[in-house]
C-alpha cells in the first residue's frame, strides 16, 4: 500500500506538543516500512522521524498551530487561524494522496474528518482522545453513518466516549522495542512522564512521593507553566524533580532506573503511551482504573490499578510494588504492544477501508 500520513496540528514531530501522537506516528511508520509499505509523512516544519524511519518520505508545511481540544470548552466551536498549519497539511496530503491508497489523519481535529464526506480519496482517521468536543463528536456521528470503517481506537474505553459507535476498530498502540532496554532497579526513585497539563493529574503523583519522604521525577513538557508552578508551590520545596522534556532514548535510560512509575490521569485516557514505555524499561505502573491504563496494567502482574482520584489508595500500592516481577512488564509489552503487531492491525484496517470505497 502507499499510506499517507497526517501528523497532529499541535508543534512539530520532537517537539513534545503533540504528546504522544508523535510517537505513535513514529512508531506505526517503524511497522509499515517493515512490512514493506510506502510511506508519506504530512507533518509541521522542523519534525523528524526516527533515524530508522529514513526509507518514509517526510514533507513539511509552516503555519500556525491548532489550539488543543482538551483545553477548550467542550461546546467551543471550531476555530481555525489564518495562515492554519492544520489546512496546510490537508491541503498537501490530498494532493499526494491522489496516487496513494489512502490518507491516514492522525490529528484530532474537525477539518479533516468534515473533509471525509467531501473528496473520493479514503480519509481514514486513528482517534487519539476521547470525546473532548461535542462538534467533532457530531461530526464523527455524520460521517460515521456513511463510512462506517474510517475510524478506529486505541483502547475500548477510549471508544465508549462515541457510544454511536457499534462496534469499534481497536487498534492499541505500538513501541519500537529496541528502543527500550530493560532494568532490573528496585530501588528506584519514583517517576511520573507526560505533558504537565491539568487532564493529567500530576498533583496526585506529588502528594504520594510527599507522603513518602521522597522525590518525584518529572519527565514532560510544562504544557501548562501556570498549574506546574501552581503544583510546585503547594508541597514542600524540592519534592518535584523537574527533568526536562528528553528523547525517546534518553528518556528510557533514566526511566528505567526507577521503581515505580506513577500514572494520574483525570480524562479518558485514549491510551498512554507513557505507561507501555515504563513496562518496556521493567518499570511497574501504578495508575487510576481509568481511561487506556486500565486495559493495559494487569492488575497485581504489571502493576496496580488504584481506585480513581483515590490518592490514599495509590501510596497503598507503592508500599508493596516491589512484589511486581518487572520482567513481566516488558514481556507484557514484546506480547502485546511492538511496532509489527500493531502496524498489522493498522494495514487490515486500512484495508477494510479501502475495499468500502
Ligand atoms: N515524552 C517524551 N519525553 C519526555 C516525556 C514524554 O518523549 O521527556 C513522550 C512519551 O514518549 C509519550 C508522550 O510524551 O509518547 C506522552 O504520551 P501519552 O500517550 O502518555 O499522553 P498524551 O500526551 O498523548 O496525552
Redesign the pocket.
Known sequence: MRIVLISTPIGFLGS?K???????LNSLVSGLLFLGHSVDVIAPKNSKLYESNEKAKLHFVDGEDQISW?HQNYNSPVSIPDNSLLAGMLEKGLDIAKKADVLLNMSYDWLPIWMTLNVEIPIAHII??GSESSVISNLITKVYAKHPYNFAFHSKIQADDYPFIKKPIIIG?GFKLDNYTFQDSVKGPLAW???V?P??GLEDAVYVANKLGEKLKV???KEDETYASEIEQSFPQGTIDW??????N??QKELGKCRVLL?T?KWN???????V?ALACGVPVIAYRRG?PSEIIQHGKTGYLATPDDKRNMLSYVEIIEKIKRKNCREWVEKNASTDKFANKVVNWLNKVINEY
Not at 503533540?18 to 505513535?24: A, D, F, K, Q, Y
Not at 527533568?243 to 525517546?248: E, V
Open positions: 513534545g503533540g504528546g504522544g501522537v508523535e510517537l505513535t482538551q487519539s482522545m498502540n512522564v507526560g505533558r497539563a487532564e493529567k519527565w514532560g513538557v527533568m526536562g522534556f528528553l528523547s525517546t534518553e528518556l500514572n490521569p485516557e485514549a491510551y498512554g503511551n507513557v505507561v514505555e487506556g
